[in-house]
Every structure is written in C-alpha cells, then in structure tokens.
C-alpha cells in the first residue's frame, strides 16, 4: 500500500536549535515531494517541492532547507530555528499508479520554537 | 499566477441539511482542482479532483462538487451532513500547463450542530 511517513509527530525545540524532520514515502517509485507548513491551523504554505533524487525547488527563502537524499526520503532541515519556524509541517506525494496530479499527504509533524 | 478563493471562514450547518462549502479558482488554461478535509492534529485527507469530463464530481464520504467553469467555482457539497463531517476542508487548484505546483484555498471550518 502507498503510506506516507513523518516523524517526528511532535518536537519542541529552543531557539537557534538545528531542525531535521524526515519524510519517507512506501508503496511507490519516483514519487514528486513536497514540504508544506500550515500556520495557525489554517492555510498551507508550499516550502519545496521536488520531482527527484538531489532536485529540490524553493518556493519561499527563509530559514529552512530541504534535501532528497533517496528516492522516497525527504528531509527538512534548519541550522537554527526561529520562533517563526513554529508551525505544522506536512509532506505530500504523488504516487505512481494513479494521476500525478493528485498529492497525497503524511499525518504531520507539529512543531514548537520556544 | 493561480488562485484560490474560500470566501467563507465558516460554515455551520445542521444534521441533516445540505451543505455547501464554496471555492473560486484562477488559473490560465483548464484547471486542476482539487478538495481535501483535515480533522484537528491530522494531515489532509484527499476527498475528490476534476480533471476533465463530466462537471459533477462525485468523493469520498458523499462528498461531491461541481466544476463550474463560466463561474469559475467548484464549491463543495453534501445533501445530508453528518456531525462528523465537522472539519476544516481545503479547496485546491493546479495549473496543467504549469509545473507539479498547487495552490490551496486558506480553508473552511466546517460545523455540522446536532
């Protein structure tokens, strides 16, 4: 089955602490990538957004960074968090299979700059 | 570039009536559009697409929508709301002409009341 992964859930980090969150996506090949953040628990905001291995576009510059360093991992990383950088973050995919165009997304991962 | 409307931050329905959550869309060429629910501390669940074809798109739960594309609109509907149905859904739009990006809608909470 196609299921997509993030972990962590939850993380509560201070201030000009390091970030990595991982995504990881199962049941597919070559799978278009992408990092939302959702402020407010309203509107999403696409970070990047890649369609392979080392091919990341930035849609926003800002603080964070993102890498695919395998077929179905997807990794977003900060050198130092702001207290802006608080939000719900959320990977999506495309799946093989079925049309391109549809995202699918991973359950989240909420995070708290103190 | 493309755009979503929700012009409705909520909507409050009773059980049992009909629903309708509403969505206008911008885009250069035919549209991808797209509705997605998200239920508190969750990812967004994908709820149906129009591509091409018929105007009323039928989804999952019972939801369907309709393409109207002199309005261009593609509002939400269901005939008979559930209290389960309460959540936040985001209408979402992608150029086809353009790359793999979507834009989403800055959402509407939905509350069904007993």
């Known amino acids: 089955s196609q299921t997509i992964h993030q972990w962590p859930a939850t993380l509560v980090q201070p201030v000009g602490s390091p970030l990595s969150l991982e995504c990881t996506v199962e049941?597919?090949?070559?799978?278009?990538l992408y990092w939302y953040r959702q402020a407010a628990g309203r509107g999403l905001q696409l970070l990047f957004y890649?369609?392979?291995?080392?091919?990341i576009s930035s849609e926003v510059p800002q603080n964070l960074s993102a890498s695919r360093p395998q077929d179905r991992q997807f990794i977003l990383s900060s050198k130092k968090l702001l207290l802006s950088d608080s939000g719900f973050y959320l990977c999506?995919?495309?799946?093989?299979?079925?049309?391109?165009?549809?995202?699918?997304f991973g359950p989240g991962t909420r995070l708290l700059v103190l | 570039a493309q755009s979503v409307a929700q012009p409705e931050d909520q909507v409050n329905v009773a059980e049992g009536n009909p629903l309708t959550v509403k969505c206008t869309y911008s885009v250069s060429g035919n549209p991808y559009l797209f509705w997605y629910v998200q239920y508190p501390n969750r990812g967004l669940q994908f709820l149906l697409k129009y591509i091409t074809g018929d105007n009323l798109v039928k989804g999952s739960y019972g939801f369907e929508a309709e393409f109207n594309k002199s309005q261009t609109s593609f509002h939400l509907k269901k005939p008979s709301a559930l209290v389960s149905d309460s959540a936040l859904y985001f209408c979402?739009?992608?150029?086809?002409?353009?790359?793999?990006?979507?834009?989403f809608g800055i959402g509407t909470k939905l509350q069904v009341i007993p």
């Open positions: 890649s369609v392979g291995i080392g091919q």
């Open positions: 979402a739009v992608r150029d086809p002409g353009g790359y793999q990006k979507v834009t």
């Open positions: 999506a995919s495309t799946f093989v299979g079925e049309s391109q165009e549809t995202q699918y």
């Open positions: 049941g597919t090949s070559n799978p278009n």
